[in-house]
Nanobody, 118 residues
Framework: QVQLVESGGGLVQAGGSLRLSCAAS????????MGWFHQAPGKQRELVAA???????NYADSVKGRFTISRDNAKNTVYLQMNSLKPEDTAFYYC????????????WGQGTQVTVSS
């Protein structure tokens, strides 16, 4: 069982930056692949960025070149650095975890709101 707690959301102007953090507890963090999802009102939850247990990352096309996912296994934390933010990035952002051999994410945080004003 893994518990995930996100932090770092807030209100920022377009073009600005935010860094989200997700602290994990309850199991061996390095055994898990991690992902950041977002969900805007009336829309489905979408994968924004993911990082494997060995540190390989991939991104949604909409955020490539602007967002960076990283992990610190010593701190049991995954980060999402968001630069050049756009109003369309406004959403609730969730951290998720899955065992490295699984396809679906098993554990979710409570989410944090990111609002980008124009």
């Amino acid at each position: 069982q893994v518990q995930l707690v996100e932090s770092g959301g807030g209100l920022v102007q377009a073009g600005g930056s935010l860094r989200l953090s997700c602290a994990a507890s309850g199991d061996t963090f390095s055994n898990y692949a991690m992902g950041w999802f977002h969900q805007a009102p009336g829309k489905q939850r979408e994968l924004v960025a993911a990082i494997t247990s060995t540190g390989s990352a991939n991104y949604a096309d909409s955020v490539k070149g602007r967002f960076t996912i990283s992990r610190d296994n010593a701190k049991n934390t995954v980060y999402l650095q968001m630069n050049s933010l756009k109003p369309e990035d406004t959403a609730f952002y969730y951290c998720a975890a899955r065992k490295s051999w699984r396809v679906s994410y098993e554990y979710w945080g409570q989410g944090t709101q990111v609002t980008v004003s124009s």
